[in-house]
């Protein structure tokens, strides 16, 4: 909706709201007029109906103007003794009209020192969990999110399964663009698996102020530029999802608005020098590990890695056995000779599973094996005396990798060697031809709105033939720590300022095999209350949590006990 249909919009709001609700201003001593006048009716109700001025706030707010809506409705029709719970839910399912029927047909007397508080168990109940709804709403829509790390794209800067507090008022929160929504869900209602929101009406993108920009290096939650995706897994047609319904990734920024950016041998460059990553930072690369001895998946194990396929070789296995492995199989494959190569994650298969299906297994370990290591992985396994050698795998230049931006003949890219490439920054103007125009296409047709034809040589935006464009707004280039094994910029490209979500924090818990099963979780106590940013080392601070919790439960023991002697 454009600025026009949103002042429609609003005017018939107010008119629908002046007709079923001007007798009512009228009875409590308010002039008529009082309830056409935008804003400053929702503050005369509030009056009315003996709730706080502040609530008026609230109507205004996305999302959380969803839910103080129909209570407004009900202390509206309650301030004038229309207390039941059948007139209740008929304020609420008629979304407000019946007070049509109380403004006009009800001779409706005006209750001035109403009691406020719930007359049943049940109307305490539902009170108290709308106003916690309210304030969870405001507090994850505007302050901090949580958000759990799903994919190994950061490893082992954030692993899998590490629960994050995102704060969203680092670079200012994005308010909603998506009027209508579920609240406290994203993009789909659990378990129930329909989408929680409608597409229209949206309103236009505003960010609240901020107390820092996004830097290289920072870590970035942003909702996903490329984001069609209604269920993740799920072979079908893709979707047009608002920004703020569009998934939500965590990367590293390493390229800002108005840089060169260059991806040499796996490294970045930033016009023309290498970026300089934070010591906390724990980027990976594959390697090729070689040992004539096998390479041994308890090494592998031991030294931290967890992307690993394990091997084993079996006897022709019966139907009961088939399914007691089941659950721990990624696959098998049948041998000339009969026997069954079985296919694992790094767990393996449990000792007590193998006894349980007498089976008599052999791990196959291969002499060689590609692992993502960090520089001081590769270090230990160069210097430990079963490995012959280890060797970085990278793709050589002008080599056109498989799905690699812009995804377009002319740029022969690929994970290892990329770019050089500029990142747009709002106000910059680039001369625009067929050329760069693959670059830069996605920017000026989705993200920015105009439309683009060519005609030979040509380029036109919205019909008018153009050698030039002017950048709306700032662009950023996201990537993973975990090189090999992110799908990020390289693949979509830019990712533009009004998709930025905000920043981690703050770990509060972290479970390794997390996507392992929930018998299989084993608490990382090192990462458990650790901050995400900062210098050196990340430090547990949950210790100091359960001293100041024990200090606490202490002092409120010693205070009631005084104050009962009292």
Known sequence: MDTTQWIIFILIVQVIHFLGTWKLYVKPG??????????????????????????????????????????????????FGRNSLMESWLVVLTLGFYTYYVNYILD?????DRSLHPTTALGEWVSSIVFAVVAATLVHTYFIQPYVIPTGSLERTLRVGDFLFVSKFHYGARTPMTTVAAPMV???IPKIGTRSYLNKPQLPYFRLPGFKKVKKNDIVVFSWPADTVRVFFKKEKGVKKP????????????????????????????????????????????????????????????LGVVDLTRKYVSDPINQEQAQLLQEYLLGYNQTPDGKLELYTKHLGIPIDVIKQTRLSLKEITDRQRLVALTDKMAAQLKANADIDSIVRQISPKNTRGVNIFPQSPDYSWNNDNFGPIYLPKKGVTIPLNLEVLPVYKKIIKD???????????????????ATSYTFKQDYYWMMGDNRDHSEDSRTWG????????????????????????????????????????????????FKFFLIALAGWFIFDFIRKKRKNKA
């Open 30 to 79: 308010r002039k008529a007029w009082e309830a056409a006048i935008p804003v400053y009716n929702a503050i005369v109700l509030m009056q009315i109906i003996n709730r706080p001025k502040w609530w008026t706030i609230l109507l205004f707010i996305p999302i959380v103007n969803l839910l103080m809506f129909p209570v407004i409705w009900v202390e509206t029709i309650r301030s």
């Open 108 to 112: 409706a007397k005006y209750i001035e």
């Open 186 to 188: 994203h993009d789909t």
């Open 243 to 302: 920004i703020d319904k569009k998934s939500n990734y965590v990367k590293r920024c390493v390229g800002t608005p108005g840089d060169s950016l260059e991806v040499i041998d796996g490294y970045v460059f930033i016009n023309g020098k290498q970026l300089q990553l934070t010591d906390r930072a724990k980027p990976q690369y594959d390697y090729m590990v070689y040992s004539n001895k096998g390479v041994s998946s308890r090494l592998l194990l031991d």
């Open 447 to 465: 993200y920015e709105g105009n439309k683009i034809s060519v005609s030979g040589n040509q380029i036109s935006l919205n019909g008018k033939i």
């Open 494 to 541: 830019y990712v533009p300022e009004n998709h930025i979500v905000g920043t981690p924090i703050f770990i509060w818990m972290s479970f390794d095999n997390f996507t392992d099963g929930f018998k299989n979780w084993k608490i990382r106590w090192d990462r458990v209350f650790t901050t995400v940013n900062g210098d050196g080392e990340p430090r547990s601070y």
